[in-house]
């Protein structure tokens, strides 16, 4: 019998704020233990939440770039567990209204090489609310230590339909959710820092059956890999187990990263009784269109879109816009040099995604502080197109101009590196490398291409580098023809 | 809910994280189902239509600018803890 | 003359603080004075600190000396109850749970109460949690009520209406989720007033429900509660329930309003069983009094009263049960001596059966029940729908009327223990007063005479945020009355 695994994902995802969601303490990651903390984040006797208006306008955000419906209207909830990363024990959340309904995600699977455009699908989403994320517990051999310093950070959660059937497309969804999020700035989406956090539910049922099978919670998963990995060592372990015959019971379950395996947490418990009732600490939230339209005008072209017109406006391959598009400052400094001289897109494509990420990765350096300009690479594309210095000089114009942050005129000025000869000098070199080299020579002409190589060479060491090789090449074979 | 209410005593105390003693339970059981009598009166009232109530005024949209304002010094915040380490409040240990 | 400064009102003190008659510091030494006179007997406070009301007091005569009064309450003592966060000071809720707890910042009300110079007294006694009406829940002490000591003070606020009314404080803050302000003042004796919901902030106000607490003032006059409520009342933004709109000069609006011919409304469904109520005496006086200024009275009908304690008692402990379960054992609360480490909920199960009290408890599990899944339509949204019903019956009594007049609590003060065995019994006695919670609006409680040598409150209801209306029609009966000077003998 064949087996289908059927998935869905619960993704919190903090939205970046100065403070915290219903208080002015500062929001951040890496503080020492509760420094962040107030008499709200604390839960003391008398505190009182108050909305951030910025964590409304992140999610608003979020659902609008993510296809959702922002209903007119939403409340808050309490929802009561006890737990000690919880101060009031109980969360203030959105149950029966969220401020996001339905949506998707467009996901894009892995192609066949890195060349090629994988196929892209929309894996659709229930609801995405907002909620104050808890603090922090760790862990030692005789207790636990609780910092809040986490607790009353804005988080929203997006929870998926289950409509997902793979390991890969769970890690695709993810990647597509944390794209979206770090270009509309609405969080850096740092698996490490907690910044984003998944949850994933995976049921495995014979293929052709209607209702789905038993429901495993899988949690732990730290990283977009953890989460492909222990999803498909998930569905893995399933299918075997039905195969043998046994059935699935209801459980959570969690991946050891380590191990390279999940294992049980607990069998299903009673079922929670969350005890929902709307907080009356919080007034609604009433959405009028010109708020939403506020808060569209400020999404940007989100990175499909993007990539799409890269291809097509530019007419840059795949490889290039999948290296440029995931990195909204790479694709944004690649485009104000582009959109000035579309025919050197592909050049200007290949010096960013090849020569400037490696210098700029060699060295250490963010792109923002990179010393070459959009418009200081575009010159020296174009110096390279007019065949004013070859592509080998270039390279090291490049470093020159990446280290001093000078234009490449003032390299090539500054280091001589015009060529100082004429054609009729190209052509004198030529004739003297096809005089001086007869082996090669006679090699081409019984029809050995590559023997043309050994004559460039020699051109080339004459020339000091700076002669064209393609001029050089054409010469070369009007000579020997 | 015709007939006299009957309270789960046990999962109630549970859910609120209270330890009662079976004396107590007994006790408990019997005032809360007698207070649950009381309150089923609201069933004679026909409440369809009605909108409820959540907060005595109808404000909606009341919220505050993302900015910094203060924190609690560490000392304050755990000043009241009961048992505290490294600046910390120390709980049994969680198992997750 | 200091011997009988505490009896003497915050309207008359203020006066002879700003002609330098006397100072705070003697106005503050005479409250102590009678604090440690009496209160071995009322137990109204949980704890006080003498030197530190002294030194409030003499940063206020320091300021009135450089003629920089911060106004009518610089240099009043003035009670809290213990449920409002002092920072610094203890805040106990009347509450084993809480029994250590020092507060590391200050409610608004108390920081606007700083701001107007006031001195701030000791921590009063209450119902643990605000909940009751008798302070007989309070795990720190019983207190006495000033007129019968065997008699309970009325609740939750008890420690600040028999402090008020036995002289240990000038004014005080006590806080009204059901009846809590207006019910002890009436069985002590005194004025207090439940503001309109979102009048008050109730930032730093240890919650029991939400949607229904208010903080408010208490003291011997019209004039001093109004006063008290104009330094504490105002938008703020710690508090989304707090209501943007402007505090009218409270004091002044007594004055302007006086002689104004109102329209009162009687509330048939609290007056059908009039033979039965023992406090129904003395407010048919008072309505007798307005009659005779040339107020109109007029019959109006609040229909679902019947149902405003079925509605109160869910609202308020569904609220109450999520509020409360913060005192865990964790973070600032009592933890138990002993529990099950190896079992992870433990602690907490511990720690609240050792923490709280029984009625704290009972409405704990009452909240916990309706709430809980299968039976939240049932209890909790049919309350909060009932609870619109009874929000339009104010609203319709309110077209025809300016006011109702009703008995603040049906009888007196009762014996300590006479309600103990029957919870029940005890949530009835709050009808009158219950409503007004649930409608959001405001209530005044006026002495109005006294039953079996008891006083009885008569009871104001307003319209939302007509404060200074319900003050002067409160005003204008006691004015023509002498129970602002009737203490009890102590
Ligand atoms: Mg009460
Ligand atoms: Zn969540």
């Known amino acids: 019998m064949e087996y289908e695994a059927v998935i869905g994902l619960e993704v919190h995802v903090q939205i970046k704020t100065e403070s915290k969601i219903f208080s002015g303490s500062r929001s951040g990651y890496g503080y020492e233990p509760n420094t962040l903390v107030d008499p709200v984040v604390l839960g003391l006797p008398g505190s009182l939440p108050v909305m951030n208006k910025t964590a409304l306008d992140g999610i608003i955000k979020a659902g609008l770039a993510l296809n959702c419906t922002i209903p007119d209207y939403c409340k808050w909830d309490r929802k009561n567990y006890f737990y000690p990363d919880s101060p009031n024990n109980y969360q203030i959340t959105q149950y029966d209204q969220p401020i996001c309904d339905g949506g998707f995600v467009e996901i894009e699977m892995k192609g066949e090489t890195r060349a090629v455009m994988g196929s892209h699908r929309k894996v659709a989403l229930t609801r995405i609310h907002l909620e104050n994320d808890v603090g922090k517990l760790n862990h030692f051999a005789e207790d636990s230590l609780v910092d809040y310093n986490r607790a009353f950070t804005p988080l929203m959660e997006i929870v998926s339909e289950p409509d997902m059937h793979s390991g890969a497309e769970a890690f695709a969804f993810l990647t597509a959710i944390r794209q979206t999020m770090i270009y509309c700035g609405i969080s850096d989406c740092d698996m490490e820092k907690g910044q984003m956090r998944a949850d994933a539910n995976i049921s495995v049922r014979p293929v052709g059956q209607k209702e789905l099978g038993a429901k495993i919670e899988l949690k732990n998963l730290n990283s977009i890999t953890g989460v492909k990995n222990g999803i498909e060592y998930e569905i893995k372990r399933q299918t075997q187990e039905l195969k043998k015959g046994r059935t699935m019971t209801q459980a959570t379950w969690r991946w050891d990263a380590d191990l390279g395996r999940t294992e049980l947490m607990r069998e299903k418990e009673d079922a929670h009784d969350y005890r929902y009732f709307p907080d009356p600490d919080l007034m609604p939230v009433r959405i009028d269109d010109e708020w939403r339209e506020r808060i569209r005008c400020e999404i940007p072209e989100l990175p499909f879109d993007k990539q799409r017109r890269f291809m097509e406006q530019y007419e840059i391959p795949y490889s290039i816009t999948s290296v440029l598009v995931p990195d909204w400052e790479l694709s944004e400094y690649f485009e104000s040099a582009a959109k000035k001289a579309p025919k050197c897109a592909q050049a200007i494509g290949n010096y960013v995604t090849n020569d400037l990420l490696r210098e700029l990765s060699e060295s250490n350096t963010a792109l923002s502080e990179c010393k070459i300009s959009p418009d200081g690479l575009l010159s020296l594309v174009e110096v390279i197109e007019k065949g004013v210095i070859t592509k080998q000089i270039a390279k090291d114009v490049f470093i020159e101009m990446f280290n001093t942050g000078e234009s490449a005129t003032e390299v090539i000025e500054r280091k001589g590196l015009k060529p100082d000869f004429d054609e009729g000098q190209v052509k004198d070199w030529c004739q003297e490398a096809v005089d001086e080299n007869p082996r090669p020579v006679e090699d081409f002409r019984s029809g050995n291409e590559k023997a043309l190589n050994a004559l460039l060479g020699q051109v080339m060491k004459k020339s000091r580098g700076k002669a064209n090789p393609q001029i050089v090449q054409g010469l070369l074979k009007e000579l020997l023809s | ?96 | ?490």
């Open chain 3, 1 to 490: 003359m200091s011997a009988e400064l505490y009896y003497k009102s915050a309207s008359e003190l203020s006066g002879l603080l700003d002609r330098k008659e006397i100072s705070s510091v003697e106005l503050t030494q005479s409250v102590i004075d009678r604090t440690k006179a009496v209160d071995d007997l009322v137990q109204a406070f949980n704890s006080f600190d003498e030197e530190n009301a002294l030194a409030q007091a003499e940063e206020s005569d320091a300021r009135r000396k450089r003629g920089e009064s911060l106004g009518s309450l610089d240099g009043i003592p003035v009670g809290i109850k213990d449920v409002l966060a002092v920072k610094d000071q203890p805040l106990t809720c009347s509450s084993k749970i809480l029994a250590d707890f020092v507060s590391p910042y200050d409610a608004t009300c108390i920081q606007k109460l700083k701001r107007s110079g006031a001195v701030l007294w000791g921590r009063l006694n209450m119902d643990e949690f605000a909940m009751g009406s008798s302070t007989e829940n309070s795990a720190t002490k019983i207190t006495g009520n000033p007129w019968k000591l065997d008699c309970i003070p009325g609740g939750s606020s008890g420690g600040s209406a028999a402090a008020v009314s036995a002289g240990e404080a000038i004014v005080s803050l006590g806080s009204d989720t059901g009846g809590s302000i207006r019910q002890p003042a009436s069985h002590c004796g005194i004025v207090g007033l439940k503001p309109t919901y979102g009048r008050v902030s109730r930032y730093g106000l240890a919650a029991f429900a939400s949607s229904l607490d208010q903080v408010g003032p208490m003291g011997r006059t019209v004039w001093d509660t109004a006063a008290l409520l104009q330094s504490i009342s105002g938008h703020d933004p710690n508090d989304s329930t707090s209501y943007r709109i402007d505090v009218p000069d409270y004091v002044q609006a007594i004055e302007q309003l006086k002689g104004r011919k109102w329209t009162f409304g009687l509330p048939k469904e609290y007056f059908e069983n009039a033979e039965d109520t023992a406090s129904m005496g003395p407010v048919k006086e008072a309505i007798e009094f307005y009659k005779s200024l040339g107020c109109e009275i007029k019959e109006v009908s609040l229909p679902h009263t019947a149902y405003a304690v079925a509605t109160y008692y869910i609202v308020a402990t569904a609220e109450a049960s999520s509020n409360l379960a913060r005192y865990d054992g964790i973070r600032y609360t009592h933890r138990a001596e002993s529990f099950d480490a190896k079992d992870s909920v433990d602690i907490y199960r511990q720690s609240r059966a050792e923490g709280f009290g029984n009625e704290v408890k009972r409405r704990v599990l009452l909240g916990t029940y309706v709430l809980s899944s299968g039976y939240y339509d049932a209890y909790y949204l049919k309350a909060q729908k009932t609870r619109t019903l009874i929000r339009r019956d104010f609203e319709e009594a309110f077209r025809d009327v300016d006011a109702l007049l009703t008995p603040t609590a049906p009888s007196p003060a009762f014996k300590r223990g006479a309600h103990s065995g029957d919870p029940l019994s005890m949530y009835l006695s709050d009808i009158y007063t219950i409503s007004a919670n649930l409608a959001g609006i405001p209530g005044l409680s006026v002495p109005c005479g006294y039953v079996d040598g008891l006083p009885v409150g008569l009871q104001i209801l307003g319209k939302p945020f007509k404060e200074d209306e319900i003050l002067a029609m409160g005003n204008e009966f006691e004015s023509a009355h002498n129970f602002k000077n009737e203490h009890p003998s102590l």
């Open chain 2, 1 to 96: 809910m015709a007939e006299a209410p009957h309270i789960d005593i046990d999962k109630v105390a549970e859910l609120a994280r209270i330890a009662l003693t079976d004396e107590e339970k007994t006790k408990f059981s019997s005032q809360l189902e007698s207070i649950l009598g009381y309150i089923d009166k609201l069933n004679e009232l026909d409440t369809t239509n009605v909108e409820p109530t959540a907060h005595p005024h109808s404000v909606e949209n009341v919220w505050r600018e993302d900015r910094a304002t203060s924190e609690l010094p560490t000392s304050e915040a755990l000043k009241n803890a009961p048992k505290q380490r490294q600046n910390m409040f120390v709980v049994p240990k969680v198992v997750e």
